[in-house]
Each structure stands twice: as structure tokens, then as C-alpha cells.
């Protein structure tokens, strides 16, 4: 676990994606962010988190403002029932929360469209908690690694296992990170065990024949 947190930690301080998501720690943008991703590309969210947030700029703006204008500007994204349940939360936030976001995870779930991956997302990425977070990426890694493949009780696996590798107050590099490496590294059909950062620590990876090398003259 250890040499997989570090080797972790390490990669992701030197190749992390630089996203504009990454560089608020302000729990509204996140969220829009985070239900962005839910269903459509980070290429097109690129496009469409700046324009959205500049017509939007805070959860007050977007729980004021008419269903019909934030469905023109969710317009293009597409599942349009996500713009809808982001106005919903933002409206909560407002009507029972004073306007703040709750931290905690517990808290963030009850928020209208916010599911237990979402809540982790807000809760690490904005208030730095230790919250797991499970999306196909991480799940896929952490079944990799750590070489949990039975069906039964997967996802409950899972989520214990994503919990209990969170190095202490490091939720949101960690968590940041072993997204990064399943979308960059350890993807669905191509893993790429001979270059990734984890592999030492990784029990499918270690299974996988290491690349050969020429041979030296001395060895031939
Ligand atoms: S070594 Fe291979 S299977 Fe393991 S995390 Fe890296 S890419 Fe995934």
C-alpha cells in the first residue's frame, strides 16, 4: 500500500493534468465541474465549464436564475436532466444551507443529483477531506493493484479499498491522481503496465513480462 501511495503521489506531482477545475477550490465550480464529467468528454467540458461559469458565476446566480435560460446554456452538453439537478443542489444550498456548501461527504449526498462519488469529489477537492472517491477510472486501478477481482461485493470492496489507501490528508492529490492514472496510464483495453509509475507496487502489473532488452556482447 505504502509503495503505491508514493509512487502515486510522486507521478501525479510531476504529470497531473493541469485543468481549470484544478485550480478552484471552490465547491460550486467543482460541482459543476464534477457533473460535467458525469457523462460527456473532458475535451468538450473544456469548451463548455468556462462558458457556463461566466453566465453562472456562483451557486446564488444559478439557484435565481429560469429553468429555460440554464437549459440554453447547458445546451450542446447534452443529458440536460444533469443542468437540472445542478440548479436543484444549488437552490438547497441556498434555502437550507445559508448558501454554503456542506463539507461532508454525508452532508453533500443529500444535495438533489449528487451521488456518492460526487460528494467525495466536493468534499476532497474543495474542503481537502480524506473522502473516497470510486469512478470507473479508480476502480479499475484499484482492482489492478490490489488484485480484487471477485464479483461478490465488488463495489463495497472497493470502496473501502479507495478509502483506506487515502494517505492521511492527502485526499486530494491522491484522489486527483488515481483518476489521472486511469484516464492516462491504466485505461480500460491498453494498459500501459511497462511505463506506469505504480507497476512495483501493482499485482497485475508485476504480472506482466517485463519488455525485453537487446542483450550485451558480454551476454550473448
Ligand atoms: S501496472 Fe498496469 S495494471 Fe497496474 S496500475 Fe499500472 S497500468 Fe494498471
Redesign the pocket.
Given at each position: 500500500m505504502r509503495a503505491f501511495q508514493r509512487a502515486l503521489l510522486g507521478w501525479y506531482g510531476r504529470h497531473g493534468r493541469d485543468l481549470p477545475w484544478r485550480r478552484t477550490r471552490d465547491p460550486y465550480e467543482i460541482l459543476v465541474s464534477e457533473v460535467m464529467l458525469q457523462q460527456t468528454q473532458v475535451k468538450r467540458v473544456l469548451e463548455y465549464y468556462p462558458r457556463f461559469l461566466a453566465r453562472y458565476p456562483t451557486a446564488a446566480e444559478l439557484a435565481t436564475a429560469s429553468e429555460g435560460e440554464v437549459r440554453e446554456a447547458w445546451d450542446g452538453l447534452g443529458y440536460y436532466r444533469r443542468a437540472s439537478n445542478l440548479q436543484r443542489a444549488a437552490r438547497e444550498v441556498a434555502e437550507r444551507h445559508g448558501g454554503r456548501f456542506p463539507a461532508s461527504p454525508e452532508e453533500l449526498v443529500r444535495l438533489p443529483g449528487i451521488g456518492r462519488y460526487t460528494a467525495g469529489a466536493v468534499a476532497s477537492f474543495a474542503f481537502g477531506l480524506d473522502a473516497a472517491i470510486l469512478d470507473t477510472n479508480a476502480a479499475r486501478?484499484l482492482a489492478?493493484?490490489f488484485g480484487s477481482t471477485r464479483r461478490k461485493g465488488r463495489e463495497a470492496r472497493l470502496w473501502a479499498l479507495a478509502q483506506a489507501a487515502i494517505p492521511p490528508g492527502r485526499g486530494y492529490p491522491f484522489n486527483q491522481g488515481i483518476m489521472d492514472?486511469g484516464a492516462l496510464?491504466?485505461t480500460a483495453r491498453r494498459?500501459?503496465?511497462p511505463r506506469?509509475?505504480?507497476?512495483r507496487a501493482?499485482r497485475?502489473?508485476r504480472a506482466?513480462a517485463e519488455p525485453r532488452r537487446p542483450r550485451t556482447r558480454a551476454q550473448r
Open positions: 486501478v489492478r493493484v492514472l496510464v491504466c494498459p500501459a503496465c506506469c509509475p505504480v507497476r501493482c497485475t502489473g506482466v
